[in-house]
């Protein structure tokens, strides 16, 4: 499964919102999971089943979506979410990433 | 508190094998609907799955390089290790291990180890 994620770089400032966008080639159910990666952490897995927030995700982070088309929104953005955003699909193997999301500050 | 953590050779020329070493605490890979995966990631691009052992002794592998991966598992010393064979530049890059649960979800990675492959 193909996974087609969009835009690949972003830049805004705090407080404000962004969306980032995953498309997958066939459907995937809800089978979909986002991850955050910043320099010199593990990288973090935010939200599972499509929209399911994983322990410790803030609040100002959901996710979207089932089939195809999934979003990953966050709200009011924070100093600390400007990272990269994965995409992984696991309805099937091999598990395939999204290209991945750059948000920088503004 | 689960935690992983990865361990290679650094460097290795091609053609040679690549053996990784992953070393975690905090859960049992003999526990139910557990799994240990390896995900890759070439310098300043994006991530890879490579392969998944689970608690069973099932493994999956990427098609794309199925016929040079082994991943197997110790599970009394709380490790599990992946061999890459015939390895080339394309090899090199950061490679990671983590926690599977559920099926196909990465719920803690380790910090990665990094493989250069040069001659």
Same mark, same amino acid.
């Given at each position: 499964v193909q996974m087609t994620q969009s835009p690949s770089y972003l830049a805004a400032s705090p407080g404000e919102s962004v969306s980032i966008s995953c498309k997958a080639s066939k459907s995937i159910s809800n089978n979909l999971a986002w991850y955050q990666e910043k320099p010199g952490k593990a990288n973090k897995l935010l939200i599972h089943s499509g929209s399911t927030l994983q322990s410790g995700t803030p609040s100002r982070f959901s996710g979207s979506g089932s089939g195809t088309d999934f979003t990953l929104t966050i709200r009011s953005l924070e100093s600390e979410d400007f990272a990269v955003y994965y995409c992984q699909q696991y309805n099937e193997y091999p598990l395939t990433f999204g290209s991945g999301t750059k948000l920088e500050i503004k | 508190q689960v935690t992983l953590k990865e361990s290679g050779p650094g460097i290795l020329q091609p053609s040679q094998t690549l053996s990784l070493t992953?070393? $975690?605490? @905090? $859960?049992? %890979?003999?526990?139910?609907? +557990?799994? +240990? @995966?390896?995900?890759?990631?070439?310098? @300043?691009?994006? %991530?890879?799955?490579?392969?998944?052992? @689970?608690?069973?002794? +099932?493994?999956h592998y990427n098609p794309s390089l199925k016929s040079r991966l082994t991943i197997s598992k110790d599970t009394s010393n709380n490790q599990v290790f992946l061999k890459i064979t015939s390895v080339d530049t394309a090899d090199t890059g950061t490679y990671y291990c983590a926690h599977r649960n559920p099926p196909g979800v990465m719920d803690a990675w380790g910090q990665g180890a990094s493989v250069t492959v040069s001659s």
């Open positions: - | 992953c070393s $975690f605490s @905090g $859960f049992l %890979l003999s526990a139910s609907s +557990v799994g +240990v @995966g390896w995900i890759r990631q070439p310098s @300043g691009k994006g %991530l890879e799955w490579l392969a998944t052992i @689970g608690w069973e002794d +099932v493994k």
